[in-house]
């Protein structure tokens, strides 16, 4: 990845996070606790960036995509509503579940797209065929574990960050430059098996 862009979408991650904590420490209620801290903010993935990685990572409507850290579900609804498939979406974020489960409801496509409360790492994706990764690369690796157990054929697509060189290199890259932010996004696509490497 380009370790200029790395720099600076983590540093736009961190103003976020500065940014959150302090929405955390005055404004958040009781009834928006999530169960456990969240490991990253939510940062969505523009609208133009998640058309492309539905596109490039081939969704048809057979497949089962799964978005662990779904935010406000714009990825999972979107290819609900544009590929007619099926979509789970995970998130601790009790405020972000409830925006997921209203945009569902806002496009139609509840009755094929579930929003999960919970931790991506309590939840088997094994049934997924499609999994959207848009989480900081610790994140991506710690998921490895899970990622391992998709069948083979089924495709990851990720958003700017990879696997921090844990697995093989992506099979194929694209840089999208979206035009709500004017910045370059990377879009990373691997198919399962995900080839682990020996450290
Ligand atoms: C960068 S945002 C991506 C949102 C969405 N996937 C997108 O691309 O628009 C990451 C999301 O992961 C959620 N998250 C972080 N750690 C989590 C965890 N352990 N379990 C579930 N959700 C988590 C955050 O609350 C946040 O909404």
């Known amino acids: 990845m380009d370790r200029c ?7 736009v991650w961190g103003l976020c996070l500065a940014v959150a904590s302090g929405a955390a420490a005055g404004d958040t209620t009781a009834g928006d606790r999530p169960k456990r801290t969240p490991d990253s903010v939510y940062v969505p993935t523009p609208d133009d960036v998640v058309a492309k990685m539905l596109e490039v990572v081939g969704v048809t409507k057979n497949d089962l995509v799964y978005d662990p850290g779904c935010g406000d579900g714009r990825i999972v609804v979107t290819a609900a509503k544009k590929y007619g498939c099926r979509g789970v979406g995970i998130e601790l974020s009790p405020k972000l579940v409830r925006e997921a489960r209203a945009n569902a409801i806002r496009n139609d496509v509840a009755d094929r797209v579930q929003i999960l409360e919970e931790d991506i790492y309590a939840v088997d994706m094994s049934p997924a065929t499609v999994v959207t990764l848009y989480l900081l690369p610790g994140m991506n690796v710690k998921l490895i574990p899970q990622l391992q157990k998709l069948k083979p054929g089924a495709r990851i697509v990720a958003h700017d960050y990879g696997f921090q060189g844990c697995v093989e290199d992506a099979q194929k890259t694209f840089t999208v ?14 198919t399962a098996p995900l080839q682990v490497k020996s450290p």
């Open 177 to 190: 430059t979206s035009k709500q932010d004017a910045v370059r996004h990377q879009i990373y696509l691997w």
């Open 5 to 11: 862009l790395d720099v600076r979408v983590l540093a």
